[in-house]
């Protein structure tokens, strides 16, 4: 009696959701729904596929090499890793306008970002402004946790530890003379990175935060004087460290690192003569990687991809294909109708 009682309390309501009595609609799909559905699936794949693909043709992009590998690149004497505050120059036409608004972006090869140990070596916690984790930084840092002093590296980690520090200048020949393309660096990061991920401690000055530490083994200067230009561009919250800190998932990658959008070059690069000065700092020879700049405007698609434009022609193709063949099949081989 008692383990019928039980068994009652434990059933289910019984309500339509519950005894699984709710209506259903189950598609019959015969061949006059099938063959028109792959008809119109691979025709609008087929339109999109053209959009994009011929979207991608019409972005432009030059990229240049400048690792200085080779004995006639400018930057060859630069290549060396024993050479410091090295500089190069790359000159370099544009024979039509180059339509604005310009990416510029620095380009490496053969660089594993997403090599696991590599990513998880460093500190959210630290990087969220948390004092406590400045002078005792997470084990996942090792082996740039502490100095050979045994001093707290800030930020730690080998992800920042590793940021890209070679700096560009480009100019303008114009009349045998340089003149300056302004390189607008605001707003190049993500937006959540920016104003949620990292923070900077809520001390000032912000130089303050950091006694007790020392900054990364292979950093030329401290976090927090990144950008002495700009006050407000230090810290964790510098854009060039955060657009470094968010990882490539492939080992060919490209970051932004400013945008071409002021004054005479608000509509672009005008044809002609450009120069682009090269403070040669970062290393790649080591582990056979490459570095390049790019120049690229975007569309309403984003940056140029033909891949997603043809990937769309196939798959549109294969479909309108394919509902050829089942149209064929059907015709010879469907079934009387039975009177």
Not at 85 to 91: D, I, S, T
Not at 243 to 266: C, H, N, Q
Request: with cysteine; glycine share 8%; charged share 20%.
């Amino acid at each position: 009696m008692v383990k019928h009682e039980q068994e009652t309390v434990n059933r289910p309501d019984n309500t339509a959701f519950t005894q699984q009595r709710l209506p259903a609609w189950q598609p019959m799909l015969s061949a006059g729904i099938v063959i028109p559905g792959f008809v119109i699936i691979g025709l609008a794949f087929i339109g999109i596929g053209v959009a994009l693909f011929v979207t991608s043709r019409s972005i432009q992009v030059l990229e240049i090499d400048y690792t200085g590998v080779e004995q006639n690149s400018p930057c060859f004497k630069c290549s060396d890793p024993n050479l410091k505050n090295c500089k190069c120059q790359l000159n370099f036409s544009i024979n039509s306008l180059f339509k604005g608004p310009v990416f510029f972006y620095y380009g490496l090869s053969n660089y594993f970002q997403n090599y696991r140990r590599y990513g998880v070596s460093k500190d959210d916690n630290q990087l969220s402004g948390d004092l406590e984790y400045f002078t005792s930084p997470s084990d996942t840092c090792a082996p740039y946790e502490y100095d050979s002093k045994n001093t707290p590296i800030v930020p730690c980690g080998s992800v920042a530890n590793s940021m890209f520090n070679d700096t560009f200048k480009l100019y303008r020949i114009v009349n045998g003379a340089e003149e300056l393309v302004p390189l607008d660096g605001k707003g190049i990061a993500w937006w959540t990175d920016y104003n949620i991920k990292y923070r900077n401690p809520s001390i000032t000055p912000l130089k303050n935060a950091f006694n007790g530490t020392v900054k990364p083994i292979f950093w030329s200067k401290p976090v927090y004087e990144l950008d002495p230009s700009d006050p407000a561009n230090n810290g964790f919250i510098n854009q060039d460290f955060l657009v470094w800190m968010r990882r490539s998932a492939l080992p060919d990658f490209r970051k932004l690192y400013r945008r071409i959008t002021e004054g005479d070059y608000a509509e672009g690069l005008p044809a002609g003569n450009y120069s682009l000065k090269i403070a040669y700092n970062y290393p790649v020879l080591s582990f056979d990687g490459r570095k390049k700049v790019v120049f690229s405007n975007v569309s309403w698609m984003g940056g140029k991809n033909e891949f997603l434009g043809i990937a769309y022609l196939v798959i549109g193709s294969l479909c309108v294909f394919m509902s050829i063949v089942m149209l064929i099949v059907y015709a010879k081989f469907k079934f009387p109708e039975e009177e």
